[in-house]
Protein backbone atom coordinates (compact mmCIF):
# COMPACT_ATOMS: atom_id res chain seq x y z
CA UNK A 1 0.00 0.00 0.00
CA UNK A 2 1.70 3.56 -1.35
CA UNK A 3 1.61 6.16 1.47
CA UNK A 4 -1.02 8.41 0.46
CA UNK A 5 -3.52 5.21 0.46
CA UNK A 6 -2.65 4.63 4.04
CA UNK A 7 -2.73 7.82 5.50
CA UNK A 8 -5.93 8.26 3.23
CA UNK A 9 -7.01 5.26 5.61
CA UNK A 10 -5.99 6.75 8.72
CA UNK A 11 -8.03 10.05 8.13
CA UNK A 12 -11.26 8.47 7.17
CA UNK A 13 -10.74 6.66 10.74
CA UNK A 14 -10.89 10.00 12.54
CA UNK A 15 -13.99 11.96 13.37
CA UNK A 16 -15.94 13.32 10.67
CA UNK A 17 -15.48 17.25 11.74
CA UNK A 18 -11.37 16.55 11.71
CA UNK A 19 -10.68 15.17 8.27
CA UNK A 20 -10.14 18.60 6.34
CA UNK A 21 -7.47 19.18 9.12
CA UNK A 22 -4.94 16.90 8.33
CA UNK A 23 -1.79 17.63 6.40
CA UNK A 24 -2.48 18.16 2.82
CA UNK A 25 -0.35 16.05 1.38
CA UNK A 26 -1.48 15.44 -2.73
CA UNK A 27 -1.50 19.16 -2.76
CA UNK A 28 2.42 19.46 -1.33
CA UNK A 29 3.13 16.01 -3.33
CA UNK A 30 1.74 18.16 -6.45
CA UNK A 31 4.05 20.95 -5.80
CA UNK A 32 7.22 17.67 -5.38
CA UNK A 33 6.36 16.84 -8.88
CA UNK A 34 6.32 19.91 -10.67
CA UNK A 35 9.52 20.19 -9.65
CA UNK A 36 11.76 18.43 -13.31
CA UNK A 37 13.03 15.12 -11.92
CA UNK A 38 16.76 15.24 -10.82
CA UNK A 39 17.53 18.49 -11.22
CA UNK A 40 18.27 21.30 -8.37
CA UNK A 41 14.88 23.29 -7.45
CA UNK A 42 15.39 26.98 -8.14
CA UNK A 43 15.72 28.74 -5.01
CA UNK A 44 12.01 30.05 -5.60
CA UNK A 45 10.86 26.62 -6.55
CA UNK A 46 12.51 25.78 -3.01
CA UNK A 47 10.84 28.58 -1.65
CA UNK A 48 7.36 28.10 -2.85
CA UNK A 49 7.63 24.73 -1.30
CA UNK A 50 9.00 25.88 2.11
CA UNK A 51 6.03 28.28 2.22
CA UNK A 52 3.67 25.92 1.56
CA UNK A 53 5.10 23.60 4.48
CA UNK A 54 4.96 26.38 6.79
CA UNK A 55 1.52 27.30 5.69
CA UNK A 56 0.80 23.74 6.93
CA UNK A 57 2.44 23.15 10.04
CA UNK A 58 0.70 26.73 10.65
CA UNK A 59 -2.73 25.21 10.30
CA UNK A 60 -1.97 21.93 12.20
CA UNK A 61 -0.48 23.84 14.51
CA UNK A 62 -4.04 25.85 15.20
CA UNK A 63 -5.73 23.14 15.31
CA UNK A 64 -4.29 21.17 17.83
CA UNK A 65 -3.85 24.26 20.19
CA UNK A 66 -7.78 24.58 20.06
CA UNK A 67 -7.94 21.11 20.91
CA UNK A 68 -5.30 20.99 23.70
CA UNK A 69 -7.27 24.08 25.15
CA UNK A 70 -10.79 22.64 25.16
CA UNK A 71 -9.28 19.44 26.60
CA UNK A 72 -8.15 21.34 29.44
CA UNK A 73 -10.89 22.45 30.41
CA UNK A 74 -13.34 19.77 29.81
CA UNK A 75 -10.69 18.14 31.67
CA UNK A 76 -11.43 20.30 34.70
CA UNK A 77 -15.17 19.88 34.52
CA UNK A 78 -14.96 16.48 34.49
CA UNK A 79 -12.97 16.63 38.00
CA UNK A 80 -15.82 18.85 39.22
CA UNK A 81 -18.27 16.24 38.05
CA UNK A 82 -16.99 13.19 39.92
CA UNK A 83 -16.41 15.33 42.85
CA UNK A 84 -20.03 16.96 42.61
CA UNK A 85 -21.60 12.98 42.22
CA UNK A 86 -19.00 11.52 45.75
CA UNK A 87 -20.36 14.52 47.64
CA UNK A 88 -23.49 13.95 46.68
CA UNK A 89 -23.54 10.54 47.83
CA UNK A 90 -21.29 10.85 51.03
CA UNK A 91 -24.32 13.36 51.60
CA UNK A 92 -27.28 11.55 51.58
CA UNK A 93 -28.64 13.46 48.66
CA UNK A 94 -29.10 10.58 46.42
CA UNK A 95 -30.67 7.26 46.42
CA UNK A 96 -27.94 4.21 45.58
CA UNK A 97 -29.71 3.97 41.95
CA UNK A 98 -29.98 7.82 41.35
CA UNK A 99 -26.13 7.60 42.61
CA UNK A 100 -25.36 4.82 39.80
CA UNK A 101 -27.06 6.63 36.93
CA UNK A 102 -24.75 9.79 37.34
CA UNK A 103 -21.80 7.55 37.62
CA UNK A 104 -22.50 5.84 34.61
CA UNK A 105 -23.67 8.71 32.85
CA UNK A 106 -19.74 10.24 33.75
CA UNK A 107 -18.17 7.45 33.25
CA UNK A 108 -19.59 7.23 29.49
CA UNK A 109 -18.62 10.44 28.91
CA UNK A 110 -15.10 10.09 30.20
CA UNK A 111 -14.47 7.35 27.89
CA UNK A 112 -15.60 9.45 24.98
CA UNK A 113 -12.92 12.24 26.26
CA UNK A 114 -10.59 9.88 26.66
CA UNK A 115 -11.10 8.23 23.20
CA UNK A 116 -11.10 11.88 21.31
CA UNK A 117 -7.58 12.93 23.24
CA UNK A 118 -6.47 9.73 21.94
CA UNK A 119 -7.25 10.21 18.13
CA UNK A 120 -5.58 13.74 18.55
CA UNK A 121 -1.83 11.97 19.84
CA UNK A 122 -3.39 9.99 16.79
CA UNK A 123 -3.53 13.23 14.40
CA UNK A 124 -0.24 14.60 15.49
CA UNK A 125 1.38 10.91 14.75
CA UNK A 126 0.25 11.05 11.19
CA UNK A 127 0.95 14.36 10.20
CA UNK A 128 4.43 13.85 11.44
CA UNK A 129 4.85 10.97 9.25
CA UNK A 130 3.21 12.73 6.54
CA UNK A 131 5.74 15.38 6.54
CA UNK A 132 8.56 13.47 6.95
CA UNK A 133 7.14 11.19 4.07
CA UNK A 134 6.60 14.13 1.72
CA UNK A 135 10.27 15.24 2.74
CA UNK A 136 11.81 12.40 1.83
CA UNK A 137 10.25 12.79 -1.48
CA UNK A 138 11.38 16.33 -2.47
CA UNK A 139 15.12 15.18 -1.49
CA UNK A 140 15.06 12.21 -3.86
CA UNK A 141 13.52 13.77 -6.73
CA UNK A 142 15.75 17.07 -6.37
CA UNK A 143 18.63 15.91 -4.38
CA UNK A 144 18.36 18.72 -2.34
CA UNK A 145 18.67 18.23 1.49
CA UNK A 146 16.19 19.50 2.87
CA UNK A 147 14.79 17.07 5.08
CA UNK A 148 16.96 17.30 7.88
CA UNK A 149 16.67 21.07 8.77
CA UNK A 150 12.59 20.99 8.36
CA UNK A 151 12.28 18.13 10.11
CA UNK A 152 14.46 20.04 13.32
CA UNK A 153 11.77 22.66 12.85
CA UNK A 154 8.55 20.32 13.14
CA UNK A 155 10.18 19.00 16.61
CA UNK A 156 9.77 22.42 18.20
CA UNK A 157 6.35 22.60 16.28
CA UNK A 158 3.00 22.90 19.44
CA UNK A 159 1.30 19.91 17.12
CA UNK A 160 4.47 17.23 17.80
CA UNK A 161 4.55 18.96 21.70
CA UNK A 162 2.16 16.09 23.19
CA UNK A 163 3.18 16.25 26.46
CA UNK A 164 0.01 17.91 27.92
CA UNK A 165 -2.39 15.88 25.84
CA UNK A 166 -0.38 12.68 27.14
CA UNK A 167 -0.65 13.67 30.71
CA UNK A 168 -4.54 14.56 30.61
CA UNK A 169 -5.03 10.65 28.94
CA UNK A 170 -3.15 9.72 31.78
CA UNK A 171 -5.24 11.58 34.59
CA UNK A 172 -8.53 10.38 32.69
CA UNK A 173 -7.35 6.42 32.68
CA UNK A 174 -6.96 7.64 36.38
CA UNK A 175 -10.41 9.42 36.88
CA UNK A 176 -11.40 6.08 34.52
CA UNK A 177 -10.47 3.27 37.48
CA UNK A 178 -12.19 6.18 40.30
CA UNK A 179 -15.67 5.45 38.56
CA UNK A 180 -15.32 1.95 38.15
CA UNK A 181 -17.21 0.50 40.85
CA UNK A 182 -14.53 -1.57 43.41
CA UNK A 183 -14.48 -5.53 42.41
CA UNK A 184 -14.31 -7.45 45.57
CA UNK A 185 -12.28 -10.13 43.25
CA UNK A 186 -9.73 -7.81 42.22
CA UNK A 187 -8.00 -7.06 39.31
CA UNK A 188 -9.63 -9.88 37.17
CA UNK A 189 -12.90 -8.72 38.16
CA UNK A 190 -12.34 -4.92 37.53
CA UNK A 191 -10.72 -5.80 34.06
CA UNK A 192 -14.20 -7.51 33.50
CA UNK A 193 -16.03 -4.45 34.16
CA UNK A 194 -13.99 -2.60 32.30
CA UNK A 195 -14.21 -5.17 28.89
CA UNK A 196 -18.12 -5.11 29.52
CA UNK A 197 -18.45 -1.15 28.86
CA UNK A 198 -15.65 -1.44 26.51
CA UNK A 199 -18.25 -4.05 24.43
CA UNK A 200 -20.88 -1.69 24.70
CA UNK A 201 -18.94 1.89 23.99
CA UNK A 202 -17.86 -0.59 20.88
CA UNK A 203 -21.41 0.32 18.66
CA UNK A 204 -19.89 4.09 18.87
CA UNK A 205 -17.95 5.16 16.06
CA UNK A 206 -15.67 7.22 18.59
CA UNK A 207 -15.03 3.83 20.39
CA UNK A 208 -14.02 2.20 17.28
CA UNK A 209 -11.37 4.84 15.96
CA UNK A 210 -9.83 5.72 18.79
CA UNK A 211 -9.24 1.55 19.11
CA UNK A 212 -7.66 2.00 15.40
CA UNK A 213 -6.01 4.99 16.32
CA UNK A 214 -4.78 3.21 19.32
CA UNK A 215 -3.19 -0.09 17.42
CA UNK A 216 -2.00 2.95 14.19
CA UNK A 217 0.54 4.57 17.05
CA UNK A 218 1.70 1.13 18.45
CA UNK A 219 2.57 -0.26 14.64
CA UNK A 220 3.81 3.09 13.74
CA UNK A 221 6.61 3.15 16.23
CA UNK A 222 6.80 -0.94 15.96
CA UNK A 223 7.93 -0.13 12.64
CA UNK A 224 11.50 1.48 13.13
CA UNK A 225 14.02 -0.83 15.18
CA UNK A 226 16.11 2.38 15.74
CA UNK A 227 15.02 5.33 17.96
CA UNK A 228 16.42 8.81 17.83
CA UNK A 229 15.63 12.26 17.73
CA UNK A 230 13.55 12.19 15.22
CA UNK A 231 11.59 9.17 16.46
CA UNK A 232 7.39 9.60 17.63
CA UNK A 233 8.05 9.53 21.43
CA UNK A 234 7.17 6.12 22.95
CA UNK A 235 3.74 4.72 23.71
CA UNK A 236 2.64 2.64 26.11
CA UNK A 237 -0.54 0.61 25.68
CA UNK A 238 -1.89 -1.66 28.48
CA UNK A 239 -3.72 -4.19 27.18
CA UNK A 240 -2.96 -4.18 23.43
CA UNK A 241 -3.73 -7.72 22.84
CA UNK A 242 -7.43 -7.15 24.15
CA UNK A 243 -7.64 -4.30 21.80
CA UNK A 244 -6.95 -6.35 18.31
CA UNK A 245 -9.69 -8.73 19.85
CA UNK A 246 -11.68 -6.20 18.11
CA UNK A 247 -10.04 -6.68 15.03
CA UNK A 248 -9.87 -3.23 14.58
CA UNK A 249 -6.39 -2.65 13.59
CA UNK A 250 -5.60 0.07 11.07
CA UNK A 251 -4.41 -2.76 8.31
CA UNK A 252 -0.61 -2.69 7.88
CA UNK A 253 2.76 -0.75 8.81
CA UNK A 254 3.12 2.10 7.39
CA UNK A 255 4.27 1.96 3.75
CA UNK A 256 7.81 2.62 2.25
CA UNK A 257 6.74 4.32 -0.85
Not at 224 to 236: D, E, I, Q, V
Given at each position: MKFGK????????????WREQFLRY???KRCVKAVPCGCPPSPAAEAEFVAALDAEMERINAFFLEQEE?????????????????HRKAAGLVTPAQHEAAVAAIRREIVDFHG?????????????????????KYDKRTGAVLRLPVIEAVLEQPFFETETVSQLVRECEAMMEAVFPEAPEGQAAARQDREALAAAEAEQSIFRNTVAALLTMEDVRAW?????????????LPDSDWLRSFQLASGSPIPTQ
Open positions: WLKKQIEQSLREKELEFIIHHRELQEDIARALVMVLLLNYSSINYIGLAKILKSSTRGRHSLPPLN
